[in-house]
């Protein structure tokens, strides 16, 4: 295997390469088996892109994304004999596929795509050159390349400067990046959001100029750089940079609607800046937390893409409830239920799965429940004060029966959701919540109420009352369940009895 040329060892460049080599170790005798492949065929072949790039900043990188100057029939006639499978779905692009043991590659012919500014979808052209190929790419980070086999580094667009400074440049002119494929900006985001990027000044001008472009693009594919922009280790960053460019109005405008003016009596606090802050503070509690007094805290697994899209959204509600109070106050009343209608209409528009659109909206709705349960220490969001009365065990079954599986995600929402400075009220609120987990784990311990039922089935209930099944059978159910929620087991005789005195007060009942 050809050795490395030796970067100056006092150079930010010379160890961002030794980083690079090391991280691409692994690898590094197949691609060059396969550089010298096309080599022998007289092909160029690179590695490209973001392989590249995440071996600089000694990232893992599940993709190795190959360039070549061989068209797409010479690529397949070349991997056939190497790979133990190949595909060609993306020929039409000038990708071929192959893996060879678990290693798999992707190949593609060198491009030199027009985009026709209207469908921004690009008319594809090959070309035959490196350097042309590199500079239709988005950001110069991602614009840099390894020759193979010899490994000679290819930077024609000072990718690597932009790498050292964690800075992101278009290799072409922003705008004309920008405008032949929108996307970009938000890719600008998801960067932001993955790797601790700042954005050069030309490029986040160009994207404000451009912002309103974004429409054009379509919904799954703007969804697809969310999802990914929230998923990644600091979504803030690309949060705020959509917001700040104006891209947030288009893709997301409930989350720039949050920034509602601060009047000069501070009547509210920022409820962009809380959300944000929610968020993070979601995040920090994903895969371990510790809750003082129980054994086994409910975990979530993170990066955990409901929580955190519930964490931003909860409370999207406030401007179309926001109303000012006597006494220089300011309500939000029902913003849960209004913000859940919200949820479910951006996230629908976003292309967002049925399930999680459910999930997020579902914990907008539930996410001030655990305030009107009242306690010690727990302030009533009416702004009455601290409500001492006690949580009741029905409270507490009936908290538990309306999140379902939500439960350990609500949990954290409504932990994250104190942002407040002082610490007094800080400190009350997260040992009542405490105490509520305490006491959840004891009654599912007691009851298992994860499979809470009525105590008498259907059939049970049809025979009591000499009813066939119907609507009314149905409302029988759903009463003899609140009443095991409220009174938790009875048994059967007093379930009965119950259910009989129901059926005396219903205007047909006998």
Known sequence: MPTPPRPDESSTNGALQRRAVAQLAPVLPMLQELGSLFAGAGHEL???????????????????????????????????????????IGRDFGTIGARSGDTIVEVTTYRADAYDRRTRKPVVSFGDSLTDDLVRRDF???AMALRLPDLEFVDPYAGMAALAGRTMM???????????????????????????FTVDPRVQAAMTELAGSIEMISAERVHDELVKLMLAPDPRAGLTLLVDTGIADHVLPELPALRLEVDEHHRHKD??????????????????????????????????LVLRLAALLHDIGKPATRRFEGGGGVSFHHHEMVGAKLVRKRLRALRFDKDTIKQVARLTELHLRFHGYGGPGVPSRGGAGDVDSPWTDSAVRRYITDAGPLLSRLHL???????????????????????????????????????????????????????????????????????RLDNGPVGEDAARAELLRWWADQPDGS
């Open 46 to 88: 690179a590695l490209v892109g973001g392989p590249v790039r995440d071996a600089f900043l000694g990232r893992a990188s599940s993709d190795l994304d190959l360039t070549t100057s061989a068209r797409p029939e010479q690529i397949e006639a070349l991997l056939k004999p190497w790979a133990d499978t190949t595909w060609d």
């Open 140 to 142: 110069t980070v991602n």
């Open 170 to 196: 278009t290799p072409s002119a922003p705008e004309v990046s920008f405008g032949d494929d929108p996307l970009r900006m938000m890719r600008a985001a998801r960067f932001a959001a993955q790797l601790g």
């Open 271 to 304: 409820v962009y800046e809380h959300s944000l802050t929610v968020l993070e503070q979601a995040m920090a509690l994903e895969n371990d937390r510790v809750v003082p007094g129980l054994e086994q805290p409910e975990l979530v697994p993170g990066p955990d």
């Open 413 to 483: 929402l409504t932990r994250s959701d104190c942002t407040t400075r002082n610490r007094r009220k800080a400190a009350a609120l997260s040992a009542a919540y405490d105490s509520l987990e305490i006491r959840i784990a004891a009654l599912r311990e007691q009851e298992e109420l994860d499979a809470v039922r009525p105590e008498l089935n259907g059939n049970q209930i049809a025979e009591t009352l000499g009813i066939k099944p119907g609507p009314v059978l149905g409302e029988a159910y759903k009463h003899l369940l609140a009443f």
